[in-house]
């Protein structure tokens, strides 16, 4: 039972760069988070999804966007990266009233 | 003002002292969660409250929903619970999104 997955764990990124930050999940969760840990604050939300097909944004969603075309995955792309997007990115995931949340173990990212 | 308030932002114990955390919250909420975050990064559910009282292990976790207040106390603290301890508030309004509050960093000395 692996949770939720995120890949990479760690990246280095230039100004100007993209990639996708891979999050996956096999509980089945119908809700899935993307939040990013910037030091000395709380966890922001930046996009979420309560569904296949179904993705919306969160506090801080500038700068990147998400994907849902399976239960499973909920991909994170940054297009044109900047160095305001350095920060450590946490997958989550939840069932619709069940309430616990399931966290991944983090992307740290820099961008240089 | 943050919708989810901790304090203290930073502790420091000896071991085996009597440990509590608080948080303050100014929404409405459906839930509260309490979570972990060792230092190597990963973040691990200890509770979700709606009311009342939960106890596993040293860990126990109170809310009073009228006065908007939770803790976390952590009994006979270990070097082992050294991390940084989470409050989360599930308010109302469905996508079951949570509000972080900033953390509060724990150190427990032998």
């Known amino acids: 039972n692996a949770g939720v997955t995120q890949t990479p764990k760690f990246r280095i990124l230039k100004i100007g760069q993209s990639m996708t930050l891979q999050c996956a999940q096999d509980?089945?969760?119908?809700?899935m988070y993307w939040y990013r840990q910037d030091p000395g604050m709380g966890l922001k939300l930046i996009y979420y999804?309560?569904?296949?097909?179904?993705?919306d944004k969160g506090e801080v969603p500038n700068g990147y966007n998400v994907s849902r075309s399976t239960t499973e995955d909920f991909p994170l792309r940054l297009e044109l990266a900047a160095p305001s997007q350095t920060s450590v990115y946490f997958c989550?995931?939840?069932?619709?009233?069940?309430?616990?949340?399931?966290f991944g173990s983090g992307t740290r990212l820099t961008v240089v | 003002k943050n919708e989810v308030e901790q304090s203290p932002q930073n502790l420091t114990a000896q071991e085996g002292e009597f440990i509590t955390i608080n948080c303050s919250y100014s929404?409405?909420?459906?839930?509260l969660h309490w979570l972990q975050q060792h230092p190597g990064g990963g973040i691990v559910s200890l509770f979700m409250?709606?009311?009342g009282k939960k106890k596993h292990g040293r860990l126990i976790a109170t809310i009073n929903i009228q006065e908007k207040h939770s803790s976390l106390h952590i009994t006979a603290s270990h070097p082992r619970d050294s991390a940084v301890y989470i409050c989360?508030?599930?308010?109302?309004?469905?996508?079951?999104?949570?509000?972080f509050g900033k953390g509060t960093k724990l150190t427990v000395n032998p």
């Open positions: 989360a508030v599930r308010s109302w309004g469905g996508s079951e999104k949570l509000v």
């Open positions: 989550a995931s939840t069932l619709e009233g069940v309430y616990g949340y399931t």
């Open positions: 409250l709606s009311s």
């Open positions: 509980m089945n969760h119908n809700y």
């Open positions: 999804s309560v569904g296949a097909g179904i993705t």
């Open positions: 929404v409405g909420i459906s839930a």
